[in-house]
């Protein structure tokens, strides 16, 4: 089927503290791994950004699955495209906490800095989620 890559966006039910999320990825980096899945997954004040890449026929039901994970809501697809190659083809998941220092490196993102992260600042403009995932590829904090 190919393969894609899947970005979307969701808000946390409560504050995660760092051992909910290490225990994400205590999950989520096995099974990846097992699954030829890459991506990143970034968190910042309730607010999850996530890219999976790797075979349509594993990432699309991969996907659903987590749409119906009770920690978060409001989840929304940011973007689905076919790709040649992997963006983060060296993490089964990278994960970075995302903090005001970190972002404001990052050119343009001025808006995403003044308030708490909205959905739809990433899907009125998917492009804004792929140079933020991106900033953070070489960034993984645990």
Same mark, same amino acid.
């Given at each position: 089927?190919?393969?894609?890559?899947?970005?979307?966006?969701?808000?946390?039910?409560?504050?995660?503290?760092?051992?909910?999320?290490?225990?994400?990825?205590?999950?989520?980096?096995?099974?990846?791994?097992?699954?030829?899945?890459?991506?990143?997954?970034?968190?910042?004040?309730?607010? /999850?950004? @996530?890219?999976?890449? #790797?075979?349509?026929? !594993?990432?699309?039901?991969?996907?659903?699955? +987590?749409?119906?994970?009770?920690?978060?809501?409001?989840?929304?697809?940011?973007?689905?495209?076919?790709?040649?190659?992997?963006? /983060?083809? @060296?993490?089964?998941? #990278?994960?970075?906490? !995302?903090?005001?220092?970190?972002?404001?490196? +990052?050119?343009?993102?001025?808006?995403?800095?003044?308030?708490?992260?909205?959905?739809?600042?990433?899907?009125?403009?998917?492009?804004?989620?792929?140079?933020?995932?991106?900033?953070?590829?070489?960034?993984?904090?645990?």
């Amino acid at each position: 089927m190919g393969l894609i890559s899947l970005a979307y966006v969701s808000v946390s039910h409560h504050p995660m503290s760092d051992d909910e999320l290490l225990r994400i990825l205590e999950v989520a980096r096995p099974f990846n791994q097992s699954h030829s899945i890459t991506g990143m997954l970034l968190y910042r004040d309730d607010f /999850f950004i @996530q890219v999976l890449e #790797g075979e349509s026929s !594993v990432v699309l039901p991969l996907y659903e699955k +987590i749409k119906t994970d009770p920690r978060h809501h409001h989840i929304l697809e940011v973007y689905r495209t076919p790709i040649q190659t992997r963006t /983060f083809a @060296q993490w089964s998941m #990278g994960f970075n906490r !995302v903090d005001d220092a970190a972002l404001s490196a +990052i050119p343009g993102f001025t808006p995403y800095l003044e308030n708490k992260p909205e959905p739809t600042f990433f899907t009125s403009q998917p492009s804004r989620a792929t140079q933020l995932l991106e900033a953070f590829k070489d960034h993984v904090y645990f």
